[in-house]
């Protein structure tokens, strides 16, 4: 720690030291920026001053604070889909507020321009390493299913890969899916996924914008060590009442929102259901009674999503947000019955308060739950089997503008965690057998935080903070410092020099069996035996401007160390183990590589490419013999190109095309058979090598939509067509191995290699209306 320590002091030092180039006066332009008619805040949108080469992003609730000094200047508001709003302004002697409602483009072709939000914002920026997506870009590529979805477009970007075909995990920068913060509106979201992983949990039409944070993370955000996305939900239109929908070939989608109290006040309300246990009961019911009938399991899922608020007055407003959702699995016949079932419960109430211009505080009371529930029952025995994490948390953040081009966040939060583990059950239905197991565990974490932005000058800033951590479960105390700084240089008007580094700590570890095909997925605390994570990453890029502001080009180098890390033995049993820590193993990783992204805002062609060149691995002392092995999704080389074409006002075309290095795999190199039974089969052992020694094929896929805008009578309309694999590429899944017999099937001859496939060419259209 004596580095990241060292650095912090130096940081801290240049900002004393640094030449007082904010001496002239300057006053505090703040305001908000929402659609015309109360609509929701436009997040991310750019409010500028061109001729000082100025410029302030809105943040979640589409705030934005600028420091000008004294005299007449030309403020400029723009974001995408929307006309640029401009205003001449007279800074005298007094802070200013100045709101902006935009005017909705007139031209459709503004609703495909990939413009996040403007690219001269981006190079400016402090914050490296960040990756921003609104609801309306992500609606415009392809799906699979037609269903949008939020985490798989990010997945479409450059340093974050997905756990396999059509999942919605995410693996940033070398990490697990487990090392990733997920929050909606900051209340945390512990299982981001629909349908085993193929869907996040994030119903489009009720989310705002989502930010992913691979690096270089804020001080306010902790207990992760590999990315945070933020989720921010809509608020909804304070003037009128607005519908909004879609019906796909799987699932259909409403959105409702409006006013509670005209220009106060104002609520939205979103549901999602899939439908594909109507047609398999269906079939099931035409099926019945024929021979050698198998049931198909029902399956379907169901999401819920809520938010209000109110303006209490000019310095302060209520939100409250919800979100609820459900999947379940079943299989049901004569003499045997499966139930599993597993979804999330979120809540949060916030309250903002500006003290003034300058200084506000934000107030979140959150809570959280993830539960899974598997039920079985066979002849006259059953047992029921539960997992949960459930959450309250309590969290305040300050920002507060400073002269002389300073301005602070600070807070803290706590969070009080409960974790039911494989609560487990078993019953008779004469009541003579019955018993049960399982372990209750509570745990405490808090946090502390402050953060400095600091414009040294018009070449120059810095963000630097620290996070103080700390962690108390089963008698055991863990605390640590979590430094965080991060740099930007401008070499010119159109180049830009960033730098960061973070440290991040992570108490509580996702419990999975890799074996199961069910989301079995267990929570664990840090105790006296199973030490929190801990990483540390260093980043440094240079981004360039080019071809009169339509393209920016990013290149990012960075390394992560991670330590205490968990695996688990061979063999291990993870669902009903009253001394589940006796299954971890401990070690340590490494990631690195290399990030390029090429990006195209303007124009009827708009898109991206990205690349990345990487490295992961992690080292256990009992595992792979103590030496190094790369993880199953080590991937060399991983390339995204995204292009989004408008052929006419009415009709766009889209495209998506990824390629990456197979994942890391093991595969028996040989088998040797021993009898310990005359005249008994043989058993056949296989024999393996190197852990993750052998790859899979190269994953590769072109996914193609068009998007036809309807005119109907009132409001919009569109009718979206999609390729999944448009090509039929059958990608690998996984590989087993099948025994080749002889013409009697007594001798086994050999065994010979499989490969299972998931998607073929899967095509869907998809109706979309909002009026």
């Known amino acids: 720690m004596r580095l990241p320590a060292f650095a912090v002091y130096i940081i801290c030092l240049l900002s004393f030291l640094a030449p007082d180039v904010f001496a002239q006066s300057t006053y505090t332009i703040s305001g908000y920026v929402r659609g015309t008619g109360g609509e929701d805040a436009l997040i991310g949108a750019t409010v500028s001053v061109p001729e000082l080469r100025i410029g302030a992003a809105t943040d979640a609730r589409g705030f934005y604070t600028l420091q000008l000094p004294e005299g007449s200047h030309t403020l400029q508001a723009t974001y995408i889909g929307y006309e640029t709003a401009t205003r001449t ?37 402090n914050q490296m390493s960040v990756e921003t997506l609104t609801t309306r870009e992500a609606k415009l590529l392809p799906a699979i299913f037609g269903e949008v ?19 919605s995990g995410l693996y940033v920068r070398g990490g697990g899916p487990d090392q990733n913060l997920v929050l909606l509106d900051d209340a945390v979201v512990y299982n981001a996924s629909h349908l085993f992983g193929f869907f996040s949990v994030f119903n489009p039409d009720a989310v705002e914008s989502v930010e992913l944070y691979k690096g270089g993370f804020p001080a306010q955000f902790g207990g992760r060590l590999s ?37 106060k006040s104002s609520f939205v309300l979103s549901g999602r259901r899939t439908y594909f246990d109507v047609f398999t009961r269906q079939i099931n019911r035409i099926q019945e009674g ?12 169901y999401d819920l999503n809520g938010k209000a608020n109110y303006k209490l007055g000019e310095k302060d407003e209520l939100f409250l947000s919800g979100y609820f959702g459900r999947d379940f699995f079943g299989f049901n016949d004569a003499d045997f019955q499966f139930g599993f079932d597993w979804g999330n419960k979120v809540g949060a109430l916030r309250w903002q308060h500006k003290f003034n211009p300058r200084f506000q505080v934000n107030t979140t009371l959150s809570g959280s739950s993830y539960q899974y529930n598997v039920s079985n029952k066979i002849d006259v025995f059953s047992f029921n089997l539960t997992s949960d994490i459930r959450d309250i948390a309590l969290k305040t953040d300050f920002s507060l503008i400073l002269d002389k081009g300073h301005t602070l966040q600070f807070g803290a939060m706590a969070t009080r965690h409960n974790f039911t583990i494989g609560r487990l059950n078993f019953d008779s239905d004469d009541d003579r057998i019955s018993f049960g197991a399982g372990n209750d565990y509570e745990a405490t974490e808090a946090a502390a935080y402050v953060a400095d932005d600091f414009q040294v000058n018009a070449q120059l800033s810095l963000n630097y903070g620290l996070r103080v951590s700390a962690f108390s479960s089963g008698g055991k105390t863990y605390g640590a410092f979590e430094p965080r700084a991060s740099a930007r240089y401008s070499l ?59 393209y920016m080009v990013t290149n990012e180098l960075y390394y992560k160390w991670m330590h205490r890390q968990i695996d688990f033995r061979d063999g291990a049993n993870l669902f009903v183990n009253d001394n589940l820590e006796a299954e971890f193993l401990f070690g340590k990783g490494e990631s690195y590589g290399n990030e390029v992204y090429l990006e ?6 708009t898109g991206w490419v990205g690349y990345t060149l990487s490295w992961s691995y992690r080292q256990f002392d009992d595992i792979n013999e103590g030496r190094r092995f790369p993880t199953r999704y080590d991937r060399r080389h991983d390339l995204s190109v995204v292009v989004l074409h408008e052929l006419s006002k009415r009709i766009s075309l889209t ?12 595969l028996p190199v040989a088998r040797f058979a021993f009898q310990d039974v005359q005249g008994k089969s043989a058993t056949v052992v296989p024999v393996y090598s190197d852990r993750n020694s052998f790859r899979l094929d190269a994953f590769h896929r072109l996914d193609l939509g068009l998007v036809l805008k309807l005119k109907p009578k009132r409001g919009e309309a569109d009718l979206t067509f999609n390729a999944y694999n ?40 998809t109706y979309n209306f909002k009026f």
């Open 492 to 550: 010119s008007e159109n180049t830009s020099l960033k730098a960061s580094y973070a440290s991040m700590m992570q108490y509580i570890h996702l419990v999975a069996n890799s074996g199961a095909s069910l989301p079995t997925d267990i929570w664990y605390p840090s105790n006296d035996y199973v030490k929190p994570q801990r990483s540390q990453q260093v980043a440094a890029g240079i981004s360039h401007l080019f071809g009169g502001g339509r």
């Open 655 to 666: 495209g998506a095309f990824v390629y990456g290095t197979g994942n890391a795999y093991s």
């Open 600 to 605: 195209k805002i303007k124009g009827r062609t």
């Open 227 to 263: 990315s945070v996305v933020d989720v921010k939900m809509r608020e909804g239109n304070k003037e009128r009442i607005g519908v909004t929908g879609g019906i796909g070939l799987i699932a259909s989608r409403l959105t409702v929102d409006g006013p509670i109290v005209k220009d």
């Open 89 to 125: 302004i007279e800074v005298t002697d007094r802070d200013l507020t100045i709101n902006f409602a935009l005017l909705p483009a007139n031209s459709q072709l503004r609703e495909v321009v990939i413009e996040a939000n403007s690219l001269q914002q981006k190079l400016n920026a």
């Open 726 to 765: 448009a090509y039929n590429r059958r990608n690998p899944y996984f590989v087993y191995f099948e025994q080749v017999k002889d013409e009697d099937d007594n001798e086994t001859l050999g065994f010979r290699a499989k490969q299972v496939s998931l998607f073929p060419v899967i095509p869907s259209v």
């Open 290 to 301: 024929k021979e050698d009938f198998n049931p198909i399991p029902d399956y379907y899922f």
């Open 149 to 167: 979805d939020l985490i798989k477009a990010l997945q479409l970007k450059p340093g974050v890969q997905s756990g396999g075909e059509g999942a």
